[in-house]
């Protein structure tokens, strides 16, 4: 429509009513500003600027969207470009001297030339003018009362005003491609995204919703959100939603709010920030009367509930562990799923508490069987406050769990001290291996009917400058915690395999332990590989010791028969210790098993002990694999196993690890044969 048409005539909307909207029912729908009307009014500088939509009158900016540049500039283009191939082609056919036709050129270039300086200088004009646009909707957003934030059709956030990264708890730079209906309470988003929220609609039909929307303290925000569905205007396709936080209205909080924000939205139970409250509140009043806390922790609950029942089961629990407290007892939740019960009580009596929960639990069936509890105790003071005392009822629930499922510990002093050492060797461990503290030491194992070593397991060792020599029981399961122990387990391969082949028997063979996250890392077979190169060790001559778990994973057991395959053999360390399913060692590629030290305990005198070492060889007599005993170390444990017909056997009772330099120099071709001669124990009562 030409600009000057009369304004009559002219399409527009609905006028708005001059009095103040006193609610979201009387405010009329959003005026559309068309691009056609804005050149009218500003002018033909700003032809293709923007498409400007004014937002509904909450107190926000107008929203302004640069639109697509006009499609007049292609034809420009097209005559500047047939113009210069007419100047080109017309003088060539005109006759005369050659003078004459470069002056006929010349001055066909001159309008071209002027043409092409004032189609750049067009240009230029318009990307001020679209740089102006953007800065000035920039500024009007963040200037905004109310917060503006723009979905995508999958309800993702494309742009939102600086101030909701605060809202939400999160850094600037994560709000963008956040699912919005994430951070809002679940009974609430039916209402804002589900089929009673406004339809998309020519227009962009807006509506006026009320939501709590969680913040980046677990807390709930009461937030009034307009919102502007402009999925079906192919100029946005967007949902716009206009924001403002009514949390707070009139004198003081809401209660209700109050309540909710206070309140773990699965359970109903009181949640963290309740926790840390009530804790406050607590340690003011316990020096006139004790309490203690309770940190239980629920062992595979995600794997063993279906998925979408895991809040069912929850409250379950819950209800369950409510009807096992006392009167004055507090529930509530903690950090990760725990439960966390303040105690009345000393800690004694919180320990009875806790072995009750940790029971009860253990009472509640799954599809997948019965739960798992754990649970640490410590007492509260009113010089400990209560981050502390929370950190000190975790270490005692890591106690507990080092101890096994369904212990119950309390906190010491030396827990502390332990969670300090930990903390110096795992950020030690990191650069033991670069500073040469790292060695192997090298365990043998004796054939007992041939009176000879035949291998030997490789063991890593740890110096530490301060603290001396450091248990592997201490920082293996450090390493394992980490990305660290794949770089540890490609060194120990290659170490092991360079020191055995060094030494002057061609038949001494090396069994070498392999990490969970190395197996699985699909870089086993390469490692390996790498590994018997570098040491020029033949395959025959390794050995790669895994647990009884790796072999339910299909991906481990196929690298394990590449391994088979090129000559390396395989062993199941810690035999009989893990879920020992012995359906999967049937066909499995294994061709050795280690039994666990575990079972000497007490084989002297205990005839149901003597009966499992019988029956583990037994059973590797019957699958065709050859049974190693670990940790013999005394000459009654060797007798007796001889006697049962055991014959490969490792431990102190033939010879402590041997250093590298101990093996290079034939240490282990002698070992202590005094042992095989010792006359078996008397025979138990």
């Known amino acids: 429509m030409p600009c000057g048409q009369p304004q009559e005539n002219r399409k527009t909307s609905p006028p708005r009513s001059t009095s103040r909207s006193t609610g979201p029912a009387e405010r009329g729908p959003p005026v559309r500003v068309t691009p056609r009307e804005l050149r009218c009014s500003k002018g033909r500088a700003h032809a293709d600027n923007s498409t400007v939509t004014t937002a509904p009158d909450l107190g926000q900016p107008t929203a302004a969207h640069p639109a697509a540049p006009s499609r007049r500039r292609t034809g420009i283009v097209a005559v500047l470009a047939l113009g210069i191939a007419l100047a080109a082609v017309v003088p060539v056919a005109l006759p005369g001297h050659p003078l004459l036709r470069l002056l006929v050129a010349l001055l066909g270039l001159v309008p071209l030339t002027a043409a092409l300086t004032a189609l750049s200088r067009r240009q230029n004009r318009l990307t001020r003018d679209l740089r102006s646009s953007q800065a000035a909707f920039s500024t009007l957003v963040k200037s905004s009362v109310d917060l503006v934030v723009i979905l995508d059709r999958q309800l993702r956030i494309t742009f939102a005003s600086p101030t909701v990264a605060t809202l939400l708890g999160r850094a600037p730079g994560d709000v963008v491609g956040l699912s919005l209906p994430d951070a809002v309470h679940p009974d609430d988003r039916p209402g804002l995204f589900g089929p009673s929220s406004p339809a998309p609609g020519e227009h962009g039909e807006f509506a006026v919703r009320t939501v709590r929307v969680r913040t980046g303290e677990a807390q709930w925000r009461l937030v009034q959100a307009t919102v502007r569905d402009l999925r079906a205007d192919p100029d946005v396709g967007a949902i716009v939603l206009y924001c403002r936080d009514v949390t707070s209205r009139g004198r003081g909080t809401d209660p209700e709010l109050l309540e909710l924000s206070l309140t773990d939205p699965v359970t109903g139970l009181p949640n963290r920030t309740a926790l840390s409250r009530r804790l406050g509140a607590v340690q003011r009043q316990v020096d006139a009367s004790p309490v203690a806390l309770v940190l239980v922790s629920v062992d595979g609950l995600a794997a063993a509930t279906p998925r979408g029942t895991e809040s069912t089961v929850l409250r379950v629990l819950t209800s369950r562990l409510a009807r096992e407290l006392r009167g004055e007892d507090w529930l509530a939740r903690g950090k990760d799923g725990d439960f966390v019960v303040l105690v009345d009580g000393t800690v004694s009596d919180a320990e009875v508490v806790a072995t009750r929960l940790v029971a009860t639990i253990g009472r509640l069936a799954t599809d997948a069987g019965p739960l798992t509890a754990t649970a640490g105790v410590t007492g509260l003071a009113s010089d400990v406050d209560p981050g502390e005392a929370l950190r000190r009822a975790d270490l005692a629930l890591y106690s507990a769990r080092s101890a096994g499922l369904g ?65 592997p029981q201490e920082f293996v399961p450090l390493a394992e915690e980490s990305p660290l122990i794949s770089e540890l387990g490609r060194w120990v391969l290659r170490e092991a395999c360079r020191t055995v082949a060094r030494t002057t028997d061609d038949e001494l063979s090396v069994a070498v332990n392999v990490s969970a996250r190395q197996v699985r890392s699909g870089e086993l077979v390469s490692d390996v590989v790498a590994a018997l190169e570098a040491g020029a060790l033949p395959a025959s001559r390794l050995v790669v010791e895994i647990t009884e778990s790796m072999l339910l994973d299909a991906h481990v057991a196929a690298d394990l028969q590449t391994l088979r395959d090129l000559g390396v053999r395989v062993a199941v360390d810690d035999f009989g210790t893990g879920w020992s399913s012995l359906a999967y060692l049937v066909g499995m590629p294994v061709d050795l098993l280690k039994m666990d030290q575990h079972f000497l305990a007490g084989i002297e005198t205990d005839p149901q002990r003597q009966a499992l070492c019988r029956t583990v060889l037994q059973l590797g007599a019957g699958l065709g694999l050859p049974v190693i005993v670990e940790g013999v170390a005394t000459p009654g444990q060797l007798a007796l196993l001889r006697d049962m017909g055991h014959r490969f056997v490792q431990g102190y009772a033939f010879s402590r690890p041997l250093e590298a330099e101990q093996l290079a120099a034939g240490a282990w071709r002698t070992f202590d044969a005094v042992a095989l001669d010792a006359p078996p124990p008397a025979a138990a009562p």
């Open 407 to 471: 212990s119950v510990h309390r906190y010491d002093d030396a827990l502390r001290i332990a969670r300090d050492r930990r903390s110096t060797l795992a950020a030690d461990l990191a650069g033991a291996l670069a500073r040469g503290e790292l060695r192997l030491a090298f365990q043998p194992v004796v054939d007992v009917v041939l009176h000879r070593t035949v291998s030997v397991e490789a063991l890593l060792r740890w110096r530490h400058p301060e603290l001396g020599d450091v248990s």
